[in-house]
């Protein structure tokens, strides 16, 4: 543990804003966020509809810029880079989950979880060996050849899950990963992500549900883009 301390934090927030315009109207949805996420820490986010959790997981991803503050991610001071530099930091150190998959259609699950890798420019023999692991590590290499519309739901979001992590990225963004799941299925991939993060992985998740925010150490809280609550064991002061 005391190496994880050694290293910058993964992401670094100071002051951080985001504006949303319309007709005129300045609405806040990130407002003032100071946030660290240190290296193997899992972080769940939780807040109300509308509380800009998901805006804050974009901004974490550079999917999005912030309007004011600063951001550092892996030591690397975010608000002097260009898109381009952004990208390049981007690629391989960030693996995203979403609530609805977003697989492609024409792929295969090992083509959709060897595309990072082929982004990365990684030769084809360790393409393979890392994309036939991530599936093993999933549990879905006997679905290995099928397309997305021949799997269900939960074998997707495996399938979503096992892309996030053949980079090994230095953290993984989840946005309501169990959103679209039944109860059993959501456990399952909850299990999984548990364990990717035993094994050292980086993890923040939007989470509206308390079961699935259980798996993480700490919890934070947005309410009107701000941070009200950031708890180690919330749930455990909060089970029945």
Known sequence: MSEHHQRPP???MRG??????????????????????LPGEFVAIM???GSGKSTLLNLMGMIDTPSKGQYWFNGHDTSRQSAREKANLRKGNMGFIFQSFNLIDEL??????ELPLIYLKVPSKERRERTEQALASLDMMHRRDHFPQQLSGGQQQRVAIARAIVTEPAIILADEPTGNLDSENSRAVMDKLAHFHQQGATIVMVTHSKEDASHAQRIIELFDGKTLLSEEAYLQNNKK
């Open 10 to 12: 993964v992401v670094r």
């Open 108 to 113: 295969t699950a090992f083509e959709n979880i």
């Open 47 to 49: 807040g109300p509809s």
């Open 16 to 37: 951080v804003h985001k504006y949303h315009y319309t007709d005129q109207i300045e609405t806040a949805a990130v407002h003032g966020v100071d946030l660290d996420i």
